[in-house]
T-cell receptor, first 107, second 113 residues
Framework: KNEVEQSPQNLTAQEGEFITINCSYS?????LHWLQQHPGGGIVSLFM???GKKKHGRLIATINIQEKHSSLHITASHPRDSAVYIC?????????FGKGTHLIIQP | NAGVTQTPKFQVLKTGQSMTLQCAQD?????MYWYRQDPGMGLRLIYY???????DKGEVPNGYNVSRLNKREFSLRLESAAPSQTSVYFC????????????FGPGTRLLVL
């Protein structure tokens, strides 16, 4: 069974800071997912990637297959980015999740 | 499109009672999933259905049953609820497996007393 580890567990930063959240997994994967869960509880898929890098607005996700590591970056962070960010490994039988990173961006 | 819908949003049960959580998607997805989310544990897969007519156990299936009623609907049943099943339950769907983007429902918050 794949293990997915995220760091840090909690992160508080000031508005405008560059944010990095890290994710490591233990075995080969078919896809790596980044999800966002807002305080209201809803879960939204941000990225799915199996190689390289993807960018959407101020969010960037990268993956290094050889090192079994992925990062989620947020540029010019804003209080509305405050949420739990979850990394997950994807396979044919669903997702295996990390425990999430609780991000707070202070004005 | 409503996406993935779940009912009910919130439920309180007594130990031993039964209930069914309903999930439906209108995106013509093949795969559907049930996850539970607990503090400190993250999200865990309970059951999944890779396609209409098939279901398989996930990481934490004990105490649950599922039915893939048709391509749109995937229900989760608790036959005899236990306090350990207090959790938030999320249904999700995807085109095919974990190698595709998954779309999540709003969740059902269940409290078992």
């Amino acid at each position: 069974k794949n293990e997915v580890e995220q760091s840090p567990q909690n992160l508080t930063a000031q508005e405008g800071e560059f944010i990095t959240i890290n994710c490591s997994y233990s075995v080969g994967i078919s896809a790596l997912h980044w999800l966002q869960q807002h305080p209201g509880g809803g879960i939204v898929s941000l990225f799915m990637l199996s190689s390289g890098k993807k960018k959407h607005g101020r969010l960037i996700a990268t993956i290094n297959i050889q090192e079994k590591h992925s990062s989620l970056h947020i540029t010019a962070s804003h209080p509305r980015d405050s949420a739990v960010y979850i990394c997950a490994e994807g396979g044919a039988d669903g997702l295996t999740f990390g425990k999430g990173t609780h991000l707070i961006i202070q004005p | 499109n409503a996406g993935v819908t779940q009912t009910p949003k919130f439920q309180v049960l007594k130990t031993g009672q039964s209930m069914t959580l309903q999930c439906a998607q209108d995106m013509n997805h093949n795969s559907m999933y049930w996850y539970r989310q607990d503090p400190g544990m993250g999200l865990r897969l309970i059951y999944y259905s890779a396609s209409e007519g098939t279901t398989d156990k996930g990481e934490v299936p004990n105490g649950y049953n599922v039915s893939r009623l048709n391509k749109r609907e995937f229900s989760l049943r608790l036959e005899s609820a236990a306090p350990s099943q207090t959790s938030v339950y999320f249904c999700a769907s995807g085109i095919m497996g974990g190698s595709e983007t998954q779309y999540f429902g709003p969740g059902t918050r269940l409290l078992v007393l």
